[in-house]
Structures are given as structure tokens and as C-alpha cells.
């Protein structure tokens, strides 16, 4: 008996690898559609069912994607919302690497560029010449 149903398990993998072939599958755009699905339940949840065809309609469009032939139009996708999602999360990105070297350095703004720059603390009174545009200030580090 336990010997037929492994046999049953490996036969179902095996048909659904078959079946996915040529598809696009699951991706990271995918996965937040999901997480938006589940948030967007737990929603209708609390507005009593207000919010079910937006739901179903998301869910299908999950489906849609994931069983997709079209696998270069569903990765075009993906890269767009990955690119979203690098513009979106860079800053914050920043500002924690930032956070983490405050003892070590410390961090100017040029005057004339808005770029960043930072300078090793403890060095005093410092001339700081931008890398991106040739402007020179004075600061103190």
C-alpha cells in the first residue's frame, strides 16, 4: 500500500514537471501578487465580502501568469517590477548603509551637485572635493 502511493506521488511530480514545461511558472512578481491576494482577503474579510471579485479577478490573473506559454512577455513583466520594486527599496537600501558606517564616517552633501560624499571622521577641518563634479567646500569631519 505505501509502496503504490509513493509510485502515485512520483507519477503526479512527473506528469505536473511535464505539464509546467514551456510555461513560465512561479516568479517574484507572482509572489507579490500573491501577498497582495492574501491582504487584499484578509480586506474583504473585515468589509464583508466587498472586496471578492477584485480577489477572484487577482487569483486568476496569478494562474494566467504562472501557466503562461508566452514565457518572454511574463519575464518583460517581472523585469519591470523588479526595477520598481530596485527604485523603490534603493533609498531605503541607502539610508541603512549609511546607518551602518556613521561611526567610521561622516557624510556631505555637495553644494553644487546634491551628490553624496563621505570623509573618514576624526580628520578635523577638511577641504572636500566632489568626484562627479570638481567642486571643492570645506567641512568638518
Not at 505539464?19 to 509572489?31: A, E, P
Not at 501578487?33 to 471578492?52: E, H, P, Q, T, V
Not at 552633501?109 to 570623509?119: D, G, I, M, Q, W
Amino acid at each position: 500500500m505505501k509502496e503504490r502511493f509513493s509510485q502515485f506521488l512520483y507519477n503526479a511530480r512527473q506528469n505536473t514537471a511535464r505539464f509546467m514545461t514551456g510555461r513560465n511558472g512561479n516568479d517574484q512578481f507572482n509572489v507579490f501578487l500573491m501577498i497582495c491576494s492574501l491582504l487584499l482577503i484578509l480586506l474583504s474579510a473585515l468589509l464583508k465580502g466587498r472586496l471578492f471579485l477584485l480577489v477572484i479577478a487577482l487569483l486568476a490573473y496569478i494562474y494566467f501568469r504562472m501557466l503562461s506559454r508566452n514565457v518572454y512577455k511574463r519575464q518583460e513583466e517581472n523585469g519591470r517590477y523588479l526595477r520598481l520594486k530596485y527604485k523603490l527599496t534603493s533609498r531605503f537600501r541607502l539610508l541603512g548603509e549609511r546607518w551602518k558606517q556613521r561611526r567610521d564616517f561622516k557624510f556631505f552633501v555637495c553644494p553644487s551637485c546634491r551628490a553624496t560624499l563621505r570623509v573618514p571622521k576624526g580628520c578635523g577641518k577638511i577641504k572636500i572635493v566632489c568626484r562627479k563634479c570638481g567642486t571643492s567646500f570645506t567641512g568638518k569631519s
